[in-house]
């Protein structure tokens, strides 16, 4: 055993072996056994009121570059997204979704605070067009951003706890949502239509699992009922933003997706804000694009300098959010689609000179504001520095 590893909790250790013998077992049967023992284990996990083994646990694996980190992220969703338990003698699944709505403004984001009406129209959009008919749910009476959310594995399972037993009417009182400081000056962000779906042990969950023969929608079709049923139930609470509504799914999956699908609306916004505020079109604005990060790269950092300067103004984060964008020596389609993904936006957006630095910087800040540093074009990172004359806050529209 490690230094590293006896450092750590012994409920972490247990986590961290019995997540390395089910990535190295080789049959069916086997990894059937050790899926189960682990999964006992962060049943017991979740419920420790101190700590977070499982984080410490997945902490490690990472440093090791251990393919037991995979296995264990995906046990530790499943464990605490979903339980199974037992209401007037019957037995019961229950499983945490959300809904991702993605807006971008130049505006002033909404907060996202729904009213009766559109709670219960969205609570039957949600019955009639995605859950099965064995299905009853909660749902979270308001629209949740990402700072709202479950941090911990831990709190997640109590969320689900809390909630399975308020749709079957053995709680009164719904889970408390903590209340949001997301930054007033974001452009672009993510809500989430949270739910917690229950269903007599070993029914369907969503309307696709039916068999094709009973006319069971296909998940894009559900998908697309959706999307237009939601659009007009909320679209006032978004005006003057686009918006962009995902289909509900599993928590983990659906806020993977709106990672992923954010990062384009979030420079779009950018670019948009900085042309309107600055009153400079794309073709007065040059960007460079650097990739930064340790030995992996966590992001890359876009820096806007105008045609007449190479001072930075602006800047925009692109979180890396997969191995192929992390890795610093990719191969053919790794890291290039990064590259030319990022160089696609900026040219659409009216940026026609895009540089890319070579290497990985470190993600440095500023002491004393701690704000990123962006790369200018002769590839220095410095502080961006609007001109004077720019009120640096969106509109306030809402």
Same mark, same amino acid.
Not at 137 to 150: A, C, K
Not at 371 to 376: A, E, K, L, R, Y
């Given at each position: 055993?490690?230094?590293?590893? +006896?450092? !750590?909790?012994?409920?972490?250790?247990?986590?961290?072996?019995?997540?390395?013998?089910?990535?190295?077992?080789?049959?069916?049967?086997?990894?059937?056994?050790?899926? @189960?023992?682990? %999964?006992?284990?962060?049943?017991?996990?979740?419920?420790?009121?101190?700590?977070?083994?499982?984080? *410490?646990?997945?902490?490690?694996?990472?440093?090791?570059? +251990?393919? *037991?980190?995979?296995?264990?992220?995906?046990?530790?969703?499943?464990?605490?997204?979903?339980?199974?338990?037992?209401?007037?003698?019957?037995?019961? &699944? /229950?499983? !945490?979704?959300?809904?991702?709505?993605?807006?971008?403004?130049?505006?002033?984001?909404?907060?996202?605070?729904?009213?009766?009406?559109?709670?219960?129209?969205? +609570?039957?959009? !949600?019955?009639?067009?995605?859950?099965?008919?064995?299905?009853?749910?909660?749902?979270?009476?308001?629209?949740?951003?990402?700072?709202?959310?479950?941090?911990?594995?831990?709190?997640?399972?109590?969320?689900?706890?809390?909630?399975?037993? @308020?749709?079957? %009417?053995?709680?009164?009182?719904?889970?408390?949502?903590?209340? %949001?400081? #997301?930054?007033?000056?974001?452009?672009?962000?993510?809500?989430?239509?949270?739910?917690?779906?229950?269903?007599?042990?070993?029914?369907?969950?969503?309307?696709?699992?039916?068999?094709?023969?009973?006319?069971?929608?296909?998940?894009?079709?559900?998908? #697309?009922?959706?999307?237009?049923?939601?659009?007009?139930?909320?679209?006032?609470?978004?005006?003057?933003?686009?918006?962009?509504?995902?289909?509900?799914?599993?928590?983990?999956?659906? #806020?993977?997706? /709106?990672?992923?699908?954010?990062?384009?609306?979030?420079?779009?916004?950018?670019?948009?804000?900085?042309?309107?505020?600055?009153?400079?079109? %794309?073709?007065?604005?040059? /960007?460079?694009?650097?990739?930064?990060?340790?030995?992996?790269?966590?992001?890359?950092?876009?820096?806007?300098?105008?045609?007449? +300067?190479?001072?930075? $103004?602006?800047?925009?984060?692109?979180? *890396?959010?997969?191995?192929?964008?992390?890795?610093?020596?990719?191969?053919? &389609?790794?890291?290039? &689609?990064?590259?030319? #993904?990022?160089?696609?936006?900026?040219?659409?957006?009216?940026?026609? =000179?895009?540089?890319?630095?070579?290497? $990985?910087?470190?993600?440095?800040?500023?002491?004393?504001?701690?704000?990123?540093?962006?790369?200018?074009?002769?590839?220095?990172?410095? @502080?961006? =520095?609007?001109?004077?004359?720019?009120?640096?806050?969106?509109?306030?529209? @809402?």
């Amino acid at each position: 055993m490690s230094a590293r590893t +006896s450092s !750590l909790s012994r409920t972490s250790q247990n986590l961290i072996s019995l997540a390395e013998s089910l990535a190295a077992c080789g049959s069916r049967l086997e990894a059937s056994w050790w899926q @189960h023992t682990l %999964g006992q284990a962060l049943v017991k996990a979740l419920a420790a009121r101190h700590g977070h083994p499982i984080e *410490a646990a997945l902490d490690y694996l990472l440093d090791q570059q +251990s393919p *037991a980190y995979e296995i264990l992220v995906e046990q530790a969703e499943a464990y605490s997204s979903a339980i199974h338990l037992d209401h007037q003698n019957q037995a019961y &699944d /229950a499983q !945490l979704i959300s809904a991702p709505i993605l807006a971008w403004t130049r505006y002033q984001l909404p907060a996202g605070q729904l009213d009766p009406q559109q709670r219960q129209q969205l +609570s039957a959009l !949600l019955a009639e067009t995605v859950l099965s008919p064995d299905a009853i749910h909660y749902l979270v009476p308001d629209l949740v951003r990402f700072d709202q959310l479950p941090q911990s594995f831990r709190d997640a399972r109590q969320w689900v706890n809390a909630m399975a037993q @308020h749709a079957l %009417g053995a709680r009164r009182d719904a889970p408390d949502i903590r209340p %949001g400081d #997301t930054p007033q000056d974001l452009l672009a962000d993510a809500y989430f239509l949270m739910a917690l779906v229950v269903v007599p042990k070993g029914r369907a969950l969503f309307q696709w699992q039916a068999p094709p023969a009973d006319g069971a929608p296909s998940r894009d079709a559900v998908a #697309t009922r959706w999307s237009e049923g939601c659009a007009q139930i909320v679209t006032p609470l978004f005006t003057g933003c686009l918006t962009e509504y995902l289909p509900p799914e599993a928590f983990y999956h659906s #806020t993977r997706a /709106a990672d992923q699908a954010i990062r384009p609306l979030t420079l779009k916004a950018a670019i948009t804000w900085l042309q309107t505020a600055a009153h400079l079109p %794309g073709q007065e604005l040059r /960007a460079a694009i650097v990739a930064c990060g340790d030995q992996a790269i966590e992001e890359y950092r876009i820096g806007f300098c105008t045609r007449q +300067s190479n001072d930075v $103004i602006y800047g925009c984060i692109w979180p *890396a959010l997969t191995p192929e964008e992390s890795d610093p020596d990719p191969a053919e &389609d790794g890291q290039a &689609d990064t590259w030319d #993904t990022l160089a696609a936006l900026l040219r659409e957006a009216g940026i026609q =000179e895009v540089r890319r630095l070579p290497g $990985i910087q470190a993600q440095e800040f500023c002491e004393d504001c701690g704000t990123p540093f962006f790369p200018n074009m002769l590839g220095d990172m410095q @502080h961006p =520095e609007l001109p004077e004359e720019i009120d640096p806050d969106p509109v306030q529209f @809402h």
